[in-house]
Structures are given as structure tokens and as C-alpha cells.
């Protein structure tokens, strides 16, 4: 059974840093292309940043700069650095395969003060 565990979400102030962590099972990760999404209040999901199978990596024009992703084959886990965070970036985040394929975790809700 597949799961996708997302944490390190919280509130922190306009400019400040999180990270966070998603712990995937059920399947073979390292076989995967990973992405993060996230879905602000009231808008639709939409794409963060993805990072390949070899540590190949894409970002949304809006996070660029700002955010690292990457990924741990050897603990299934891949992680999301978000430095210098704004207002904007307030949003539930979760992880999933680039092709969306797996049934969504329950996210980790990210809030950014002005």
C-alpha cells in the first residue's frame, strides 16, 4: 500500500526558512521522479518543483532561487528547503510521483506571516 507522509510544515514570518520532509512507501522509490505540490486557499494544486530519479531537478518560476529540492534513495524520503518564504507561499504541500500517480498524503500546511 502506498503512502505518502509529509511533516516540517508551521508558521514562520515572511523571509524566514522551512523544510520539509516527505517519507514514501509501497513503492519503489528510487525508481520514481518526485515532485511537491502545493495548494494555496481557495486555488487549485499546482506543481513546486520535481527532481528526477538521478537528482535532476525543475522549478515553478515562482519558487525559483528560493526553494531545493531533493532527495534520500536510501530513506525514501524526499525534502523541500524553502528559504526567504513569502506571504504567497501559504499553502498545504504535499508530495507525490511527477505523474501524480499516487494517492495524496494528508500534506503539511506551510503558513507565512507578513
Known amino acids: 500500500q502506498v503512502q505518502l507522509v509529509e511533516s516540517g510544515g508551521g508558521l514562520v514570518q515572511a523571509g524566514g526558512s522551512l523544510r520539509l520532509s516527505c517519507a514514501a512507501s509501497?513503492?519503489?522509490?528510487?525508481?520514481?521522479?518526485m515532485g511537491w505540490y502545493r495548494q494555496p486557499p481557495g486555488k487549485q494544486r499546482e506543481s513546486v518543483a520535481t527532481i528526477s530519479r538521478g537528482g535532476t531537478t525543475t522549478y515553478a518560476a515562482s519558487v525559483k532561487g528560493r526553494f531545493t529540492i531533493s532527495r534520500d534513495n536510501a530513506k525514501n524520503s524526499v525534502y523541500l528547503q524553502m528559504n526567504s518564504l513569502k506571504p504567497e507561499d501559504t499553502a498545504v504541500y504535499y508530495c507525490n510521483g511527477i505523474f501524480r500517480q499516487y494517492t495524496w498524503g494528508q500534506g503539511t500546511q506551510v503558513t507565512v506571516s507578513s
Open positions: 509501497g513503492f519503489v522509490f528510487n525508481s520514481n521522479p
